[in-house]
């Protein structure tokens, strides 16, 4: 008796069913990683609060090679003093050329709240903090390290993953704001000196539409990016396997999700926020 040969179209639907199954299957692991890490961090502030501290300073400051240059905080406000640079020369140019440049007040505080630095600090967020906590996470899994703290009783996922995303989430407090002043700096120095602009007029167009609730709305959704990109970091850094080669593919592949994701979570979040009424009112 002779067995029936699979057709290749059988095979080849075979393969793409195997395929999609075992994408769902990864899509649940990380939901219940994330649920597990967020549910943890009541007990991580209760019994882990050094730790926490601990992270804290390493985010903010640095550490090694990262502290030489001024930490997160340095790298934070140099790209948003480049941002800031450009929303200055694009906006100064473009506007001169319809005879508006006056309004370039008015593209500083209206596009680097809602989308400019949002997206800058994301990107540092995930280059910096983000890729830093996968690489430790994942070198002492490959050391068995996370084994071993698992064998002497300290909860792992508490102890490595949500300290860290309550420590990113308080250090970007204060490092958005440095973010934040850094770009509106930036922008009406390149206005006002680089172009000659007059003060008065940048100011005046300035502080008519920065809106405050825009402020705190964009506050909020950094907090809510770096809540997922540390998610994402410490995901892939706890799962990370086949040695110190298989810890830098984990770095890449937190980095290129993580930057993805908050991507779409920025879109959102201003479609939740402005998507109606945009929270903008013409005036001068």
């Not at 393969?15 to 990380?30: D, E, H, I, K, N």
């Not at 500083?108 to 949002?118: E, G, K, T």
């Not at 958005?176 to 390149?190: D, E, I, S």
């Not at 298989?246 to 908050?262: D, K, L, P, Q």
Request: proline content about 2%; overall charge positive; hydrophobic content about 50%.
């Amino acid at each position: 008796m002779t067995l029936a040969v699979p057709s290749k179209r059988f095979q080849r639907l075979r393969r793409v069913t195997g395929a999609a199954l075992s994408g769902w299957r990864r899509v649940g692991t990380q939901a219940e990683f994330y649920g597990k890490t967020l549910m943890s961090i009541p007990d991580a502030l209760v019994n882990y609060r050094t730790e926490v501290w601990r992270l804290i300073a390493q985010m903010g400051l640095g550490a090694g090679a990262l502290a030489v240059v001024g930490g997160t905080v340095a790298i934070v406000g140099f790209l948003t003093v480049t941002t800031g640079a450009l929303v200055a020369v694009q906006g100064y140019n473009q506007l001169a050329s319809v005879g508006f440049e006056a309004l370039t007040g008015f593209a500083s505080a209206f596009f680097n709240v809602r989308l400019i630095v949002p997206g800058t600090t994301s990107v540092a967020l995930s280059a910096t903090v983000g890729a830093g906590a996968t690489a430790q996470i994942g070198a002492m899994r490959i050391n068995e390290e996370i084994d071993a703290l698992e064998v002497i009783g300290i909860r792992s996922i508490t102890y490595l993953t949500s300290t860290r995303v309550i420590a990113g989430t308080i250090v970007v407090i204060p490092l958005y704001c440095v973010a934040v002043m850094m770009a509106f700096l930036a922008a009406r120095l390149g206005t006002t000196v680089i172009y000659g602009q007059g003060s008065g007029v940048y100011d005046h167009y300035f502080n008519t539409f920065l809106n405050p609730t825009d402020l705190i709305w964009s506050f909020f959704q950094v907090v809510a990016i770096t809540v997922v990109i540390m998610l994402v970091h410490t995901y892939y850094g706890f799962t990370a396997s086949g040695g110190p080669a298989g810890v830098g593919e984990a770095v890449g592949r937190a980095v290129r999700t993580s930057m993805v994701i908050a991507a779409v979570e920025i879109v959102f979040i201003s479609l939740a926020v402005y998507g109606q009424s945009g929270n903008f009112d013409l005036a001068g």
